[in-house]
């Protein structure tokens, strides 16, 4: 396969999961190197303006198909389908206590070849749970799946099908790493969603009704007082003073939890964490002096 006349040094496609690895035909081209094909984009791609290559990645993400080959606007003729990859990450997710079935949990995926990526996989019933595919890869690629999103959940169990010495779960890091092997290499992540209470106070030389919201929640706090104690996910949360006026000089919260509330703002971030009553997050916001004007106030409803 190449052009009429002179021909040039053939140049190999090779494949960025497995740079050893070459298609079974070349292509003949003038001052071109070696061509790289990236698993993650199908579609036509151009080289140095001499090659054009249009691919498809089969749905079993392991093996490639070169559509056509286009060097210096000659059409050349399409490969047969050849092997990528032989092994596939599988990673499945279970909906454990409290979680909603269908929620989109994040993974972040690294590989020992350099090919780093993300996936959503959504929440289901179990033992099994649902699944995305992930990969391919060759054999022997170490593989990092570590869950990032989204907050409120604890991991309570990550499985390894099959599993290797080699093999290592993290289960306060969301995250498991393996060796592949030939075929499918499943992980499976149990989560459940973990509450907590959070209670918000006003402070300062101030008077009235100040109105807060956290969860899409409007949450009404006199002056020198404090809220009830609310039940959210535990884990990171903002909260946001909507009073009109209202002009925060600082915040602190018990027990010693992360917290930021930049003055002069008027959105607060802080931390709270699972467990109950007992254990529950005390916001105190102090704001200087200022009569509040609320309006359109939905007092909180326990």
Same mark, same amino acid.
């Given at each position: 396969m190449g052009l009429s006349g002179a021909q &040039?040094?053939?140049?190999?496609?090779?494949?960025?999961?497995?740079p050893t690895k070459t298609l079974d035909k070349s292509i003949m081209a003038i !001052?071109?190197?070696?061509?790289?094909?990236?698993?993650? %984009?199908? $579609?036509?791609?151009?080289?140095?303006?001499? #090659?054009?290559? +249009?691919?498809?990645?089969?749905?079993? +993400?392991? %093996?490639?198909?070169?559509?056509?080959i286009v060097v210096d606007g000659t059409s050349n003729c399409a490969t047969e389908a050849t092997d990528i990859a032989p092994s596939v990450l599988k990673?499945?997710?279970?909906?454990? &206590? $409290?979680? =909603?079935?269908?929620?989109?949990?994040?993974?972040? =995926?690294?590989?020992?070849? @350099?090919? !780093?990526?993300?996936?959503? *996989?959504p929440a289901g019933p179990g033992p099994g749970g649902y699944c995305a595919i992930v990969g391919g890869f060759p054999? $022997?690629? #170490?593989?990092?799946?570590?869950?990032?999103?989204? $907050?409120?959940?604890?991991?309570? !169990?990550?499985s390894i099908a099959m599993p290797?010495?080699?093999? %290592? /779960?993290?289960?306060? @890091?969301?995250?498991?790493?393996?060796?592949? /092997?030939?075929? #499918?290499?499943?992980?499976?992540? *149990?989560n459940e969603l +973990?509450? @907590?209470?959070?209670?918000i106070c006003k402070k300062g030389d101030v008077s009235g009704d100040f109105i807060f919201e956290i969860d899409d929640v409007q949450v009404t706090v006199p002056a020198q007082a404090c809220s009830p104690a609310l039940q959210v996910s535990s884990g990171m949360h903002t909260v946001v003073e909507t009073t009109t006026g209202a002009n925060i000089m600082s915040c602190e919260a018990y027990p010693n939890v992360a917290v930021a509330c930049?003055?002069?703002?008027?959105?607060?971030?802080?931390? #709270?964490? &699972?467990?109950?009553?007992a254990s529950q997050t005390i916001l105190t916001v102090t704001n200087a002096p200022t009569v509040a004007t609320p309006s359109n106030a939905k007092p909180h409803k326990k």
């Amino acid at each position: 396969m190449g052009l009429s006349g002179a021909q &040039p040094p053939a140049t190999d496609i090779a494949i960025l999961a497995d740079p050893t690895k070459t298609l079974d035909k070349s292509i003949m081209a003038i !001052d071109v190197a070696p061509i790289v094909i990236d698993l993650t %984009q199908e $579609g036509s791609h151009n080289y140095n303006g001499v #090659v054009s290559i +249009r691919m498809e990645i089969l749905s079993s +993400r392991t %093996q490639i198909e070169i559509r056509e080959i286009v060097v210096d606007g000659t059409s050349n003729c399409a490969t047969e389908a050849t092997d990528i990859a032989p092994s596939v990450l599988k990673i499945c997710k279970v909906a454990g &206590p $409290g979680v =909603t079935p269908k929620t989109g949990f994040t993974f972040a =995926t690294s590989t020992s070849i @350099g090919i !780093d990526g993300s996936v959503t *996989v959504p929440a289901g019933p179990g033992p099994g749970g649902y699944c995305a595919i992930v990969g391919g890869f060759p054999i $022997g690629t #170490v593989v990092t799946a570590k869950e990032t999103s989204p $907050g409120g959940y604890a991991v309570t !169990d990550i499985s390894i099908a099959m599993p290797k010495d080699s093999d %290592q /779960v993290d289960l306060p @890091g969301k995250t498991a790493s393996i060796v592949t /092997v030939a075929g #499918v290499n499943e992980i499976t992540y *149990v989560n459940e969603l +973990r509450t @907590g209470f959070i209670e918000i106070c006003k402070k300062g030389d101030v008077s009235g009704d100040f109105i807060f919201e956290i969860d899409d929640v409007q949450v009404t706090v006199p002056a020198q007082a404090c809220s009830p104690a609310l039940q959210v996910s535990s884990g990171m949360h903002t909260v946001v003073e909507t009073t009109t006026g209202a002009n925060i000089m600082s915040c602190e919260a018990y027990p010693n939890v992360a917290v930021a509330c930049p003055p002069g703002g008027n959105s607060i971030t802080v931390e #709270v964490r &699972p467990g109950d009553i007992a254990s529950q997050t005390i916001l105190t916001v102090t704001n200087a002096p200022t009569v509040a004007t609320p309006s359109n106030a939905k007092p909180h409803k326990k």
